[in-house]
């Protein structure tokens, strides 16, 4: 049996995969996937792809530079590097699934392709993701610290009695311990398992 063109199955069946796509996430995913998980990171990896597929590599990398985009989004809307890895991986699944039920082989070269635009996605993904998380932490631990300061010298102000409470200095430490009980709860939101 010839094999089939992935990147005109994928063209012909493109809403179907979005659609299985969409089922995989909906089903694992905590926090509950957002329309633009989907709606943007699925459709523009499977056009990518089919570029890739019918052009050959692209030199200006953008499966790479569009998964980074996808890996920043999905980590400001809370989501585990793990999450970020199964979206590729539910697009693989979905395209491989369907062509076995409509028995529609794929070439061994378009099987590499996808592979190999698979991993460059991930990895830039994954990348992006990690990046974003550190500098969101950097980020986070140094207002945690400034936090953390003007709480003590705030207290240092007050119990020297030179200033009192209910004035500016007790509401710049109102809101350094507000600050700090904030991070802390993210902390611990952050740690729960998904």
């Known amino acids: 049996m010839a094999s089939v063109a992935l990147d005109e ?3 012909g069946n493109r809403e179907e995969l979005i659609r299985r796509c969409r089922a995989k996430v909906a089903i694992r995913s905590v926090p509950p996937p957002t329309k633009a998980e989907i709606d943007q990171g699925v459709p523009l990896f499977l056009d990518q792809l089919v570029k890739e597929l019918r052009d050959g590599p692209s030199e200006t990398r953008d499966i790479a530079q569009g998964a980074a985009q996808h890996g920043h989004d999905l980590l400001l809307q809370g989501f585990s590097v793990g999450q970020v890895v199964h979206d590729y991986g539910d697009v693989c699944q979905s395209i491989t699934d369907l062509a076995v039920e409509l028995d529609a082989p794929i070439s061994t070269a378009d099987f590499r392709t996808l ?8 990895a830039a ?26 709480a003590m010298v705030a207290f240092e102000m007050i119990k020297s009695g030179n200033v009192g409470i209910r004035g500016s200095t007790g509401a710049m430490l109102h809101r350094s311990l507000k600050a700090i009980s904030a991070f802390a709860d993210h902390q611990a939101a952050a740690s729960v398992p998904r």
């Open 115 to 122: 592979n190999r635009c698979l991993d460059d996605a991930i």
């Open 125 to 150: 993904a994954v990348t992006e993701h990690a990046r974003d998380q550190e500098l969101t932490r950097d980020g986070e631990s140094y207002e945690l610290r400034h936090s953390i300061n003007v």
């Open 9 to 11: 199955f994928i063209g």
